[in-house]
């Protein structure tokens, strides 16, 4: 039993966007058996892209239902059926969005027409739904209307399923269960029903029981699910078609997820995380003392021996960065690396510098307004812990800092510890430091929110 489904939003976030239309039509395997079709208030605006491409203005929704009035007809409809769709990842996740904004886990089988026809209909030249539909010669009335896409992927469905008749009879798992015609054998499927919605890291083995890959996710069952269903490239495809064992571990934070990710992979070195360990991070941002014991910054490709203030995916980048601590804090062209010349720097000679670079201004005082500069990358050497999340309601997680570097996290129970500082450095496993881990703390505490941070 099957759901056939198209849907049309406001945009292409399942986040921030809408859903505007949904259609939907009830499959036995041979024959449509119900529908249901109807245009949905986003309660936002529809923007005028979105309105070209689909027809569908905002005042046609205006008087539309919202998704919580046919949110029910929508469980109903779709109760012990298939979620079939084509590119369902998309259409799937806007619906879940909508039931999460309400409060209800919505979770169905999926069944993507793009994979099956890939699958069962190789050599075509693109597996959109206008071309695919063109070259089997389906009409499609109303394209980028819900009704009219969701009717051509039935067409399409009941094409692939007549052809996979032909090739499998009816030995075919095909339609009863997608996955599995695209997993490895050996991959117990029932354990992917075990993978928590939670942050975490996770393990992908080959059939000889070697670690090919490890990833990270701010939802382990959601990213997991993404790897077992990825036709996007040839090495996601062979790395799915290897995976034979899954494990994880849930985290609680992001951070912890971000921080064990990295060093695992840095220890184990899993085959199909290569790419991931050359950096884009490939520009550093230096300071050191000059001979007269001003506070210098320099920028420059990194080495494996560099300890940069920060790291930059491209020159452009760094020398942007530069440009703004000299203009912020009142810094010296010259000494920041921006201007080379052997006397004075330009903005000295119209007199925005002070003179830092022709010993006019003392460097007591220059090294205060760059050391305030430095400050923005570093941990000034500072004792603290970041306190976030755990795993559980009475947990935190704990990341060390101590003289500015890594040392390592842990877990505390805060009906049994509280927050003292004896019980926080208790937890502590240590984890060494490096320049990725420093970016990945910097980065998090520069964009993320963190429950606390407690000093000692």
Not at 104 to 131: E, I, W
Not at 213 to 219: A, C, E, L, V
């Amino acid at each position: 039993m099957y759901a056939i489904i198209d849907i049309e939003t406001t945009g292409g976030s399942p986040k921030w966007e809408k859903i505007t239309e949904i259609a939907m039509y009830l499959h036995d395997g041979t024959q449509i058996t119900g529908e249901f079709v109807t245009l949905v208030n986003p309660e936002k605006n529809i923007p005028y892209y979105i309105t070209n491409l689909t027809g569908i203005t905002n005042e046609m929704v205006e008087n539309a239902p919202r998704f919580y009035e046919i949110a029910k007809k929508i469980v109903e409809l779709t109760e012990d059926r298939t979620f079939v769709a084509h590119n369902a990842r998309f259409d799937y996740s806007f619906i879940r969005q909508e039931f999460k904004s309400l409060g209800f886990n919505y979770k169905r089988n999926t069944l993507d027409t793009v994979a099956l026809s890939r699958k069962l209909l190789p050599g075509h030249r693109s597996y959109s739904l206008g071309n695919i539909c063109d070259d089997l010669s389906i009409s499609i009335v109303g394209r980028h209307r819900a009704a009219g896409d969701a009717l051509a992927t039935v067409r399409l469905f009941e094409i692939l399923m007549e052809k996979d008749r032909e090739i499998n009879g009816s030995r075919s798992t095909l339609f009863r269960n997608t996955k599995v015609s695209k997993l490895n054998p050996k991959l117990d499927i029932t354990k992917i029903e075990n993978i928590p919605e939670e942050p975490g890291v996770y393990y992908f083995y080959n059939e000889n029981d070697d670690l090919i890959y490890i990833g990270k996710s701010q939802n382990l069952r959601q990213r997991i699910s993404t790897h077992l269903s990825n036709n996007s490239t040839h090495r996601a495809m062979e790395m799915r078609d290897q995976i034979a064992d899954i494990d994880w571990e849930t985290t609680g934070s992001e951070l912890i997820a971000l921080l064990k990710e990295s060093s695992e992979i840095k220890k184990n070195k899993p085959v199909f995380n290569r790419a991931q360990r050359r950096t884009n991070f490939q520009w550093g941002l230096f300071s050191f003392t000059d001979q007269n014991g001003y506070i210098n910054f320099r920028y420059g490709l990194l080495d494996n021996d560099d300890s940069p203030l920060s790291v930059f995916t491209s020159k452009d980048k760094v020398k942007s960065t530069l440009n703004s601590l000299v203009e912020k804090y009142g810094l010296c062209q010259k000494l920041s690396g921006l201007y080379e010349t052997e006397g004075a720097c330009f903005q000295y000679q119209v007199g925005i510098c002070r003179g830092a670079c022709c010993g006019k201004e003392s460097a007591k005082e220059y090294n205060i307004k760059a050391t305030r500069a430095t400050e923005e990358f570093l941990f000034t050497r500072r004792n603290f812990f970041i306190i976030d999340t755990g795993r559980c309601i009475e947990e935190r997680c704990a990341v060390k800092i101590v003289n500015g570097k890594y040392a390592g996290y842990g877990y505390f129970n805060i009906n049994e510890m509280g927050f003292g500082l004896s019980a926080i450095h208790d937890c502590i496993k240590p984890w060494a430091d490096n320049r990725d881990i420093q970016t990945i703390l910097k980065q998090y505490l520069k964009n993320k929110r963190v429950e606390k941070i407690v000093e000692f």
